[in-house]
Each structure stands twice: as C-alpha cells, then as structure tokens.
C-alpha cells in the first residue's frame, strides 16, 4: 500500500507546519503546489518537514524551489526542516536543492525568530 | 547431439526461469504516474535481493523514477514503458524504453523544472539517453 500524505498543523498564529509522510513524487506535486502557495498566501511563516518522508523526486524539490519562490516575492518565510532519511537527504543534495532553501534540523530553529535562526550556510553563498 | 551447459546446474538451479529471477528484473509501466509508486516498490523489493548498499539502491531506485516519469510525461506515449534490469559482475544494468515521442518542453529549462536528468546523472555512475524514431531509451549503469 502506498501512502502519500501531508498533514499541517499551526504552532503560533501566522505560522505552519507542513509535514510530508511517505512517498512524495509526481502522483501529488500539483495538488501540493497548491497547497504550498496557498498557506504562503495566508502565513508569515511556512516549514516544510521531510523527516517522516520515505522518497521525495523531483517533482517535490521543484514544488520547495517554488514555494521559496513564492515566499519570496511577498516577503514571507519558507524554511526546510531536513530529516534523517538518506534517499531523501540525498535527493536534495544532489539536486542542488538544498543549496537554495533555508535548512533546519531541529523544530524550534524551524520556526524560529528569522533575526535569530541561522540558514543552512549554503543557501546565503548560492547567489539566489 | 551437444547439450550446452549453462552452468545453472552447478547451483543447484533447475531452471533458466529461476535464475533470470534473481539475475534479471523485468516490468512494463502504464503511461501513468500512478504506475510510478508500484514500480518503485517492485525494484526495490529486486534490489534488496541483491548485493548493493542502501546507498547505491535507493539512487537506482530514484533514478529510475525519474527516466520512467520522464517518459510517461514527455513521450507521449500510450504504450507500457519497459523497464529492464540485470545484476551483473561489477553492477547493475537498468534500461528504460519507450516508443513515444519526446515533446519539447514549452518553457525553456530553468531553475525550478528540468532538474529530472540533472538528478538521474547525479545519482548512477552513467547514464546514456538515445532517441530515435522507433522511441527513447536511457540506460543507467550503477557500479555495485
């Protein structure tokens, strides 16, 4: 059986958790996009957690580049929250994904204070 | 009359069939992306038989995702993609093939999509992408 599941939870007004579980690949990226950009739309503050995925492809990595992008151009937050799989750490590396997000190993630098947390040290040296 | 040995019965084997089962992985996908998750499970289950680390599993399992989602959403294809796999001395062979035609993508590459064959070069030791008229076929080779 295959599950393919997203579960968002709000730990302080303006700001979400999105945690992905399992398998992550092209039979949900458009509907998580959306999903993606609406809660940007309606939050200060967006984390993606990947550490209860099993596989992401890069269909997924293409929707945190966008999503980045979205935050982005309203001034908002999105932030990454990197788990222990290697597949899926892996793909991110690989990718070059990793390079171009804010990266967290831990919840609470995750949904941190911006002025306080400090990004994964490649996302300020990629130029984007 | 000479019989050809095979060399199977030396293990024990009783037939070409059961050794092509540990040897060789076969499956044709649907041009869907739902066929993606079940194809990955089945690889996986193959290449847990063999002798691969994590490491070198989960990037052909990967890799191959991205070769037959490529396929299912460029070819255009309506027939099954064929995926083919073999154990060999040093690693492994995949070859994925289709009979489509690969459409031209109608925004240029950019940052954020085309990162499909970016990553299938990125996770095996080679892979080779030929198109001709008869279709596509990526062959991927993962040094065990």
Same mark, same amino acid.
């Given at each position: 059986?295959?599950?393919?599941s $997203? #579960?968002?939870?709000?730990?302080r007004?303006?700001?979400?958790v999105?945690?992905?579980?399992? /398998?992550? /690949?092209r039979?949900?990226?458009?509907?998580?996009?959306?999903?993606?950009?609406?809660?940007?739309?309606l939050?200060?503050l967006?984390? $993606?957690?990947?550490? #209860?995925?099993?596989?992401?492809?890069?269909s997924?990595?293409?929707?945190?580049?966008?999503?980045?992008?979205?935050?982005?151009?309203?001034?908002?937050?999105f932030r990454?929250?990197?788990?222990?799989?290697?597949?899926?750490?892996?793909?991110? #590396?690989?990718?070059?994904?990793?390079?171009?997000?804010?990266v967290?190993?831990?919840?609470? /630098?995750?949904?941190?204070d911006?002025a306080?947390?400090?990004?994964?040290?490649?996302?300020?040296?990629?130029?984007? | 009359m000479?019989?050809?040995?095979?060399g199977?019965?030396?293990?024990?084997?009783?037939?070409?069939?059961?050794?092509?089962?540990t040897?060789?992985?076969?499956?044709?996908?649907?041009?869907?992306?739902?066929?993606?998750?079940?194809?990955?499970h089945?690889l996986?289950?193959?290449?847990?038989?063999?002798?691969?680390s994590?490491?070198?599993?989960?990037?052909?399992?990967?890799? *191959?995702?991205?070769a037959?989602?490529?396929?299912?959403q460029?070819?255009? *294809?309506?027939?099954?993609?064929?995926?083919?796999?073999?154990?060999?001395?040093?690693?492994?062979?995949i070859?994925?093939?289709?009979?489509?035609?690969?459409?031209?993508?109608?925004?240029p590459?950019s940052?954020?999509?085309?990162?499909?064959?970016?990553? !299938?070069?990125? %996770?095996?030791?080679?892979? *080779? !992408?030929?198109?001709?008229?008869?279709? *596509?076929?990526? %062959?991927l080779?993962?040094?065990?």
């Amino acid at each position: 059986m295959i599950e393919q599941s $997203v #579960e968002v939870t709000y730990p302080r007004p303006g700001a979400c958790v999105v945690t992905v579980y399992g /398998d992550q /690949d092209r039979g949900s990226a458009e509907q998580f996009e959306r999903q993606l950009a609406d809660l940007i739309a309606l939050n200060e503050l967006v984390v $993606v957690d990947v550490s #209860e995925a099993d596989f992401v492809d890069s269909s997924f990595l293409r929707n945190m580049l966008v999503a980045d992008r979205h935050a982005k151009e309203q001034t908002k937050r999105f932030r990454l929250q990197m788990g222990t799989a290697p597949v899926v750490r892996r793909a991110f #590396e690989v990718s070059g994904v990793l390079d171009r997000l804010a990266v967290m190993n831990r919840r609470e /630098d995750a949904l941190g204070d911006p002025a306080e947390v400090h990004e994964h040290p490649d996302s300020r040296s990629s130029g984007v | 009359m000479q019989v050809q040995d095979t060399g199977t019965r030396r293990f024990g084997i009783q037939n070409e069939r059961e050794f092509d089962a540990t040897g060789h992985f076969e499956r044709d996908v649907d041009p869907a992306v739902a066929a993606l998750a079940p194809l990955r499970h089945a690889l996986r289950a193959w290449l847990e038989s063999r002798d691969l680390s994590a490491r070198s599993r989960d990037a052909v399992i990967l890799a *191959t995702h991205e070769a037959v989602a490529n396929a299912i959403q460029h070819s255009g *294809t309506v027939s099954r993609i064929r995926v083919r796999a073999n154990a060999e001395a040093d690693g492994l062979t995949i070859e994925i093939s289709d009979n489509g035609e690969w459409r031209t993508p109608d925004d240029p590459p950019s940052q954020e999509r085309g990162r499909g064959i970016a990553l !299938i070069r990125s %996770l095996v030791s080679n892979a *080779t !992408i030929n198109t001709d008229a008869g279709g *596509t076929t990526v %062959l991927l080779y993962q040094l065990a």
